[in-house]
């Protein structure tokens, strides 16, 4: 290889390697979104909307335990739980409404 070649061989590397931490990056966050502990209080099926009791969520600035309203991503994801399960559940914002984009029963 020449030096030119080389030079050109190195910036597409970085570049690749660039991406793929971009890449790695991005789905780490996604791992370290923690499901958040909670009861389910009331469910809604028509409006698609769930009624949870849980602690702190920071990153939505709750800075203390609450029982709020949710959407559901997905109403069918209300068949599985009913009123005093225990539950984790994870909490999103979509279009300024927040959301459970997932819910588990609590073991
Ligand atoms: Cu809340």
């Known amino acids: 290889m020449n030096r030119v070649s080389l030079t050109r061989y190195r910036t597409k590397?970085?570049?690749?390697?660039l991406s793929l931490s971009l890449l790695m990056g991005a789905s780490a966050v996604c791992a370290q979104t923690p499901l958040a502990d909670g009861q389910v209080i009331k469910i809604d099926p028509a409006a698609g909307k769930i009624t949870i009791k849980?602690?702190?969520?920071k990153q939505f600035s709750m800075d203390e335990g609450m029982t709020m309203v949710y959407r559901a991503a997905d109403p069918a994801m209300l068949n599985a739980v009913k009123p005093g399960d225990r539950i984790k559940f994870a909490p999103d914002r979509v279009n300024g409404q927040f959301t459970?984009?997932?819910?588990e029963k609590a073991k």
């Open 13 to 17: 590397l970085g570049a690749f390697l």
């Open 54 to 57: 849980h602690g702190p969520l």
């Open 100 to 103: 459970v984009t997932k819910i």
